[in-house]
């Protein structure tokens, strides 16, 4: 399952999307973590922590951070475990990495949510923030999501979901659509950092539904699958690889 349809208007076909995604990342590194400490009023890191406190990251998990970015949801969860040494970090593009890299001594690989290089059964907890829609196949992510977790691991997805209503949808869409986009080009003065969050809420815009995300979760073979919802758009997607104690 495609987590939104292909958007044309910035690649011509499925296959495009990771080089067009990649790019898109590698130029707006530099301006990542201003543009989103702004845009959600500093609250970013309390809200990561919180959420990895909350739904059971503790020591001493080893934890995979998948899409880390530049380390927001890794820097937090080296608060929560005391350490970085026991935090993997997975990310396809170098700029975003470079940056995470400049913070913290966790262990950093190249790679995709789609084909994770590391063995089966090899994290106690996985994290991705904010990268659901950046995948090429929801199903593959997932399969390999429960195939790095050991089991009773758990992973948690954080992810911002449109609202369904009219009035919240609307100054939803203004806020991503027009305002976003404009502050991120006035706080940094790059057409980069303006670009990737354009491309935010193009694919909030188009992302399918929690149902879809919640449905393949648990056809990837994940148990306990759930969302909980804060302040009506962050979405915690959890779930459980099936274990001895879990089942
Ligand atoms: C919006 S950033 C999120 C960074 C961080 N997790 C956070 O919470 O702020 C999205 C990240 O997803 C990464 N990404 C894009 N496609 C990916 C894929 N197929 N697998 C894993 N990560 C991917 C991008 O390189 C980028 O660093």
């Not at 845009?39 to 890191?45: C, D, I, V």
């Not at 975003?96 to 995709?112: D, N």
């Not at 990737?196 to 449905?215: F, G, I, N, Q």
């Not at 302040?231 to 997607?237: D, I, K, M, P, Q």
Request: hydrophobic share 45%; glycine share 6%.
């Amino acid at each position: 399952m495609l987590p939104h349809p292909t958007l044309t208007d910035r690649y011509a076909t499925a296959e495009a999307k990771p080089e067009f995604v990649n790019r898109l990342f590698d130029r707006g590194a530099a301006y990542y973590d201003t543009v989103v400490d702004w845009g959600f009023l500093h609250s970013g890191a309390w809200y990561r922590r919180r959420a990895l406190k909350q739904h059971g990251l503790r020591p001493p998990h080893q934890l995979l951070d998948v899409a880390c970015g530049t380390g927001l949801v890794a820097a937090e969860a080296a608060r929560i475990l005391g350490t970085a040494e026991n935090i993997t970090c997975l990310d396809p593009s170098e700029g975003m990495m470079a940056v995470a890299r400049s913070k913290l001594a966790a262990h950093f690989v190249i790679g995709r949510a789609e084909h994770i290089p590391a063995p089966d059964n090899s994290f106690d907890f996985l994290t991705m923030g904010y990268a659901l829609r950046h995948v090429t196949s929801l199903d593959e992510a997932f399969r390999e999501f429960r195939r790095v977790l050991k089991p009773n691991g758990r992973l948690l997805i954080l992810e911002i979901t449109k609202p369904v209503g009219r009035i919240p949808g609307f100054f939803f869409r203004l806020y991503f659509a027009r305002i976003y986009p404009f502050l991120a080009f006035l706080f940094t003065r790059s057409e980069d950092a303006r670009e990737m969050m354009r491309y935010y809420w193009e694919t909030m815009d188009a992302c399918v539904r929690p149902e879809s995300v919640l449905k393949a979760l648990a056809d990837a073979g994940l148990t306990q699958v759930r969302r909980d919802v804060a302040l009506g758009v962050f979405s915690e997607y959890t779930a459980v690889k099936a274990g001895p104690a879990a089942e």
